[in-house]
């Protein structure tokens, strides 16, 4: 709906004008603009561009391929891994990944570009992760964690979650009758002692499986290895059972209307309950972390001051949402985001796996909501967090009102800003030598998206792609190509591949607009600032009639929430 929303608004503003512009085609939407291509990304020998694309205007989309081997995009129709599979960022350092397809456990090498399957068991494998050793992975199956060796072939169970309550079996009281039986029996001595015999020596002989961990009725998610598999967290979800709404739904096939489940309505009765538990592996104990002394985490919203059943109320307890932690590349260093279900709170701490406590490094605030790009604005979902070397994490935040890249050293426990300015960043990606970050911004206007790199030590940017427009860029694994999905103000998507240099010429590689789009003159709309009530500069584009066509009537859109 995104990608062809601005240019149905355009078409509507010109329909006034425009003879030839049927309101029938205004209403095809891509089928008259155009199917435009979306979710491009590499294939897994960096190698390839793929992408989802729609030229023939079928019923949906279809993977296409495209090198440079290629005059024009083709369209995947035969099983390959080079066209199946998409480059594995987080397994860009090894020859052979590992991946799941079907719930099966397959390998694919790089330099033989050969896949072999692994393991296929009935209950599905899923979730695989790399270790700090090269040869052991872990991957999950049916909620729990294993560790597999790929040299030797040996599988290890790290963790036993059971869902239910645990069956606990009351031990038996010794009563009057059994103690004078035993007493005057020495049958009955013997028995006993027979069997606590057997009980022993089947004890030192039995393996050793993971202690079950029972999570009754919650929902388990969340679940992570430590990159050396010797700890698991988790989260354990409790979320309230509350009546859904309906909305009709008056087109049906029946022409009959119907109602259709929705969410509950928000109110902070939606509230959910959280735990954060780590597994020790070693010593097979599991413990719960507490947030409870988190900054501000006991302190009402501000609205509470303009209600005077709030006014002044000592007890608030903000109910909290944790999420999987952030290793450094060593495996040693842990930190973790929380955001505040109310949307008003966002902390970043570093966990300490062994004790299960966590020290604050980053609390950012907003009585209004909490969010931006790299920050959720969804309690429920991650922002940019990761690490540059084993000390140094990144991380983005709002604090001066612009949503900046920031980084922060566990050693010296310094925050340091990489940029700054009235423009935000869109989109982060650490470089392959960790000495600079490519960022998407809206440094030239709020309504371009920029590409740059910036150099993490002197935070220098150097301009990419910095013309009018829209740049959505997917590097190439060895960052020397740039694949480039661009929009202008009278332009639909389309993609384009070029060298990774300032300026660099793009060569477009899909022609999406239809023969009837084309035909139509597109004018480049202005681009305006005004101020508003407050001050705050508002941005716009501006569509201006022909002189003779003047008559001081508008159509204004507003978007908003």
Same mark, same amino acid.
């Given at each position: 709906?995104?990608?062809?929303?601005?240019?149905?608004?355009?078409?509507?503003?010109?329909?006034?004008?425009?003879?030839?512009?049927?309101?029938?085609?205004?209403?095809?939407?891509?089928?008259?603009?155009?199917?435009?291509?979306?979710?491009?990304?590499?294939?897994?020998?960096?190698?390839?561009?793929?992408?989802?694309?729609?030229?023939?205007?079928?019923?949906?989309?279809?993977?296409?391929?495209?090198?440079?081997?290629?005059?024009?995009?083709?369209?995947?129709? /035969?099983?390959?891994?080079?066209?199946?599979?998409?480059?594995?960022?987080?397994?860009?350092?090894?020859?052979?990944?590992?991946?799941?397809?079907?719930?099966?456990?397959?390998?694919?090498?790089?330099?033989?570009?050969? /896949?072999?399957?692994?393991?296929?068991?009935?209950?599905?494998?899923?979730?695989?992760?790399?270790?700090?050793?090269?040869?052991?992975?872990?991957?999950?199956?049916?909620?729990?964690?294993?560790?597999?060796?790929?040299?030797?072939?040996?599988?290890?169970?790290?963790?036993?979650?059971?869902?239910?309550?645990?069956?606990?079996?009351?031990?038996?009281?010794?009563?009057?009758?059994?103690?004078?039986?035993?007493?005057?029996?020495?049958?009955?001595?013997?028995?006993?002692?027979?069997?606590?015999?057997?009980?022993?020596?089947?004890?030192?002989?039995?393996?050793?499986?993971?202690?079950?961990?029972?999570?009754?009725?919650?929902?388990?998610?969340?679940?992570?290895?430590?990159?050396?598999?010797?700890?698991?967290?988790?989260?354990?979800?409790?979320?309230?059972?509350?009546?859904?709404?309906?909305?009709?739904?008056?087109?049906?096939?029946?022409?009959? /209307?119907?109602?259709?489940?929705?969410?509950?309505?928000?109110?902070?009765?939606?509230?959910?309950?959280?735990?954060?538990?780590?597994?020790?592996?070693?010593?097979?104990?599991?413990?719960?972390?507490?947030?409870?002394?988190?900054?501000?985490?006991?302190?009402?919203?501000?609205?509470?001051?303009?209600?005077?059943?709030?006014?002044?109320?000592?007890?608030?307890?903000?109910?909290?949402?944790?999420?999987?932690?952030?290793?450094?590349?060593?495996?040693?260093?842990?930190?973790?985001?929380?955001?505040?279900?109310?949307?008003?709170?966002?902390?970043?701490?570093?966990?300490?796996?062994?004790?299960?406590?966590?020290?604050?490094?980053?609390?950012?605030?907003?009585?209004?909501?909490?969010?931006?790009?790299?920050?959720?604005?969804?309690?429920?979902?991650?922002?940019?967090?990761?690490?540059?070397?084993?000390?140094?994490?990144?991380?983005?935040?709002?604090?001066?009102?612009?949503?900046?890249?920031?980084?922060?050293?566990?050693?010296?426990?310094?925050?340091?800003?990489?940029?700054?300015?009235?423009?935000?960043?869109?989109?982060?990606?650490?470089?392959?030598?960790?000495?600079?970050?490519?960022?998407?911004?809206?440094?030239?206007?709020?309504?371009?998206?920029?590409?740059?790199?910036?150099?993490?030590?002197?935070?220098?940017?150097?301009?990419?792609?910095?013309?009018?427009?829209?740049?959505?860029?997917?590097?190439?694994?060895?960052?020397?190509?740039?694949?480039?999905?661009?929009?202008?103000?009278?332009?639909?998507?389309?993609?384009?591949?070029?060298?990774?240099?300032?300026?660099?010429?793009?060569?477009?590689?899909?022609?999406?607009?239809?023969?009837?789009?084309?035909?139509?003159?597109?004018?480049?709309?202005?681009?305006?600032?005004?101020?508003?009530?407050?001050?705050?500069?508002?941005?716009?584009?501006?569509?201006?009639?022909?002189?003779?066509?003047?008559?001081?009537?508008?159509?204004?859109?507003?978007?908003?929430?």
């Amino acid at each position: 709906m995104k990608k062809y929303t601005s240019f149905v608004l355009l078409l509507f503003t010109f329909f006034a004008s425009a003879q030839n512009l049927r309101l029938e085609d205004i209403m095809k939407g891509n089928e008259f603009i155009g199917h435009q291509p979306d979710n491009h990304r590499w294939s897994i020998d960096g190698q390839t561009v793929l992408f989802d694309w729609n030229p023939n205007n079928e019923i949906g989309n279809s993977t296409y391929f495209w090198n440079s081997m290629l005059k024009s995009p083709q369209k995947v129709t /035969t099983s390959n891994p080079i066209y199946d599979l998409d480059f594995m960022a987080t397994q860009k350092d090894y020859d052979v990944v590992y991946y799941t397809n079907q719930g099966v456990l397959y390998s694919y090498t790089k330099s033989t570009k050969k /896949t072999k399957k692994v393991i296929q068991l009935a209950d599905r494998i899923n979730s695989v992760e790399r270790s700090t050793n090269a040869d052991v992975i872990f991957f999950q199956q049916n909620r729990n964690v294993y560790q597999f060796n790929t040299k030797d072939f040996s599988i290890v169970q790290l963790i036993n979650f059971k869902s239910g309550k645990e069956n606990k079996v009351s031990k038996e009281e010794d009563s009057f009758l059994k103690n004078q039986q035993t007493a005057l029996f020495q049958f009955v001595r013997d028995e006993e002692a027979s069997s606590k015999w057997y009980e022993e020596k089947s004890k030192s002989k039995k393996e050793k499986f993971p202690k079950e961990i029972y999570y009754d009725k919650s929902s388990l998610e969340q679940i992570k290895p430590s990159p050396d598999g010797k700890f698991v967290t988790f989260r354990l979800s409790d979320y309230p059972n509350l009546p859904s709404t309906n909305v009709e739904n008056f087109i049906t096939d029946d022409g009959f /209307t119907r109602q259709e489940k929705a969410r509950a309505k928000v109110s902070t009765e939606n509230f959910s309950k959280h735990k954060f538990g780590i597994f020790n592996v070693e010593k097979d104990t599991t413990y719960y972390v507490s947030f409870s002394n988190l900054s501000g985490i006991k302190d009402s919203p501000k609205y509470y001051q303009e209600y005077e059943n709030l006014k002044g109320q000592s007890e608030y307890d903000i109910p909290v949402v944790m999420q999987s932690p952030v290793y450094s590349p060593d495996g040693k260093n842990a930190v973790l985001e929380i955001r505040s279900q109310d949307n008003k709170h966002r902390w970043i701490v570093q966990l300490d796996l062994v004790s299960g406590k966590i020290t604050e490094l980053d609390h950012q605030h907003d009585d209004a909501w909490i969010g931006g790009p790299g920050i959720p604005g969804y309690s429920f979902s991650g922002g940019t967090l990761g690490f540059i070397d084993n000390s140094t994490f990144y991380f983005q935040s709002e604090a001066t009102g612009f949503s900046h890249l920031y980084t922060y050293n566990l050693k010296t426990k310094k925050k340091e800003a990489l940029t700054k300015g009235n423009w935000e960043v869109r989109e982060v990606k650490l470089s392959n030598d960790k000495k600079s970050f490519y960022i998407i911004t809206t440094t030239t206007h709020p309504g371009n998206r920029s590409f740059y790199k910036l150099d993490i030590a002197s935070k220098k940017m150097t301009g990419i792609l910095t013309n009018d427009g829209n740049y959505e860029v997917e590097l190439s694994p060895d960052e020397k190509t740039l694949l480039v999905r661009y929009s202008y103000k009278n332009k639909p998507w389309e993609l384009y591949v070029g060298a990774n240099k300032p300026n660099s010429e793009l060569k477009q590689i899909t022609f999406s607009t239809t023969p009837e789009f084309k035909k139509y003159n597109w004018k480049t709309p202005e681009v305006i600032t005004f101020k508003a009530e407050d001050g705050t500069n508002v941005y716009a584009r501006l569509y201006q009639p022909k002189v003779e066509n003047k008559n001081k009537a508008a159509v204004i859109f507003v978007h908003g929430a």
